[in-house]
């Protein structure tokens, strides 16, 4: 169960980190705590599962990157060892698991698009692959999501 200062440290993290030479010392005091205690609590608000991730986020378009949403069709048997493989990629953030006919689903950032149609390719002939679908990035959309933990 989350206390009401597990609330506040959730809140806090979810905005801009302080840009300074500790973000964590700079943050603690903001908290009313010491950088030591909020970074303990941070790894155990993560260990319960609370944080998912922690990490910036990055223009990849203003940075040179292509983006890609790539649906695959993977039989069943095969999904865990598909799924394993595709995240060995560097430029692939995540991917999931959907119902119907193409059934994982991932994001890929690479530098060119030579090196993403190399990535796909390699994983069009992983073992249980039976199809890829790449739906490269026109728009860009930011949604920023805030969860209020009060």
Do not use: C
């Not at 705590?33 to 998912?52: A, H, Q």
């Amino acid at each position: 169960m989350l206390t009401q200062y597990d609330k506040r440290v959730l809140n806090a993290i979810q905005g801009a980190l302080p840009i300074a030479e500790r973000p964590f010392a700079v943050l603690a005091k903001q908290l009313e705590t010491t950088e030591e205690e909020l970074l303990t609590d941070l790894k155990r608000l993560s260990d319960d599962g609370y944080i998912r991730r922690f990490g910036a986020f990055f223009d990849s378009n203003a940075l040179g990157f292509h983006g890609s949403l790539v649906a695959v069709k993977v039989k069943e048997d095969s999904m865990q060892e598909v799924a394993d493989a595709i995240n060995r990629y560097n430029g692939v953030t995540h991917n999931y698991e959907r119902e119907g006919e193409y059934n994982l689903w991932f994001t890929l950032q690479v530098q060119s698009e030579d090196e993403r149609d190399n990535v796909l390719k390699k994983i069009s002939e992983l073992p249980g692959v039976l199809d890829l679908m790449n739906l490269p990035s026109e728009k860009t959309y930011k949604v920023r999501v805030r969860f209020n933990m009060d």
